[in-house]
C-alpha cells in the first residue's frame, strides 16, 4: 500500500515498553481534539477524543493528556505493540467550527 | 455494521479532466466530511454536509465542489484537474450535528494520481 507520512518525525520503541506521542496545537480556542492512527493504505482510524473541558481521558491502553496552558496534546500508549506501528495525528477542532485541523503527524516504528 | 465506504479505491486521469469521488457514509450518520491528504501530511478539510446542506468549506478552489443526497451519501467533484491535485481523498462520517463533539469515522479514502 501507499506509504503515508514520509518525512514524519520518528519515534523507535520496543515491543512492551511505553510509547509517548506529542502534540503541539495551534487554536486556543479550540474545544475538541481528537487522536488518530494511519496505516499504509488505509484512511486514518479513530483512538481517542478528549473534550476541553479535560485534562485527561483514559481509554483501552491510551491516555490522552491535554494542556491548555502551552497548547499541548500527548497520546500515550501502555505496553506497546508491533500493531501499534503506524502515522498517529492529533487533531483540534475550533469552536464553532465543524473542521478538523490535523497536526503534521508521528510515525511510530515498534520494534521486537 | 459496514464503515465509511468509497469509491473508486485509485483513479488515474490527465490534466483538465473532471472527476467524481463518491462516499458511503456510516449507517445512522448524517454528516459527511471531506478532506485531502497529500502524501507526508495530515489530511486538509475540503468540505462538511449535514442533512444535504453545505455547513462548512476549506480553503480549496470553486473547481472543487460537493452534494450530499437524501441517503446521506455524498459525492465530491473535481474539475479541471491540475497535478496538485493528485492526493488521497478522504471522505469522514459522524452522528454528531453541528458543534457537537463526536469523532468523525474516515473510509479509507480514493487514491487520485493526475498526468
Known amino acids: 500500500g501507499e506509504s503515508v507520512g514520509l518525512h514524519l518525525p520518528t519515534l523507535s520503541v520496543q515491543e512492551g515498553d511505553n510509547s509517548i506521542i506529542n502534540c503541539a496545537y495551534s487554536n486556543s480556542a479550540s474545544d475538541y481534539f481528537i487522536w488518530y492512527k494511519q496505516e499504509s493504505g488505509k484512511g486514518p482510524q479513530f483512538i481517542i477524543d478528549?473534550?476541553?473541558?479535560?485534562d485527561k481521558r483514559q481509554g483501552q491502553r491510551v491516555t490522552v493528556l491535554l494542556n491548555k496552558t502551552v497548547k499541548h496534546l500527548s497520546l500515550q500508549i501502555a505496553a506497546t505493540q508491533p500493531g501499534d506501528s503506524a502515522v498517529y495525528f492529533c487533531a483540534e477542532r475550533g469552536k464553532g467550527y465543524n473542521k478538523l485541523i490535523f497536526g503534521a503527524g508521528t510515525r511510530l516504528a515498534v520494534h521486537p | 455494521d459496514a464503515g465509511v465506504t468509497q469509491s473508486p479505491t485509485h483513479l488515474i486521469k490527465t490534466r483538465g479532466q473532471q472527476v467524481t469521488l463518491r462516499c458511503s457514509p456510516i449507517?445512522?450518520?448524517?454528516?459527511v466530511s471531506w478532506y485531502q491528504q497529500v502524501l507526508g501530511q495530515g489530511p486538509q478539510f475540503i468540505f462538511q454536509y449535514y442533512e444535504k446542506e453545505e455547513r462548512g468549506r476549506g480553503n480549496f478552489p470553486d473547481r472543487f465542489s460537493a452534494r450530499q443526497f437524501p441517503n446521506y451519501s455524498s459525492e465530491l467533484n473535481v474539475n479541471a484537474l491540475l497535478l496538485g491535485d493528485s492526493a488521497l481523498y478522504l471522505c469522514?462520517?459522524?452522528?454528531?450535528?453541528?458543534?457537537?463533539?463526536?469523532?468523525?469515522?474516515f473510509g479509507n479514502g480514493t487514491r487520485l494520481t493526475v498526468t
Open positions: 449507517s445512522g450518520h448524517k454528516s
Open positions: 469522514a462520517s459522524s452522528s454528531n450535528t453541528p458543534g457537537e463533539s463526536r469523532p468523525l469515522h
Open positions: 478528549i473534550r476541553s473541558n479535560m
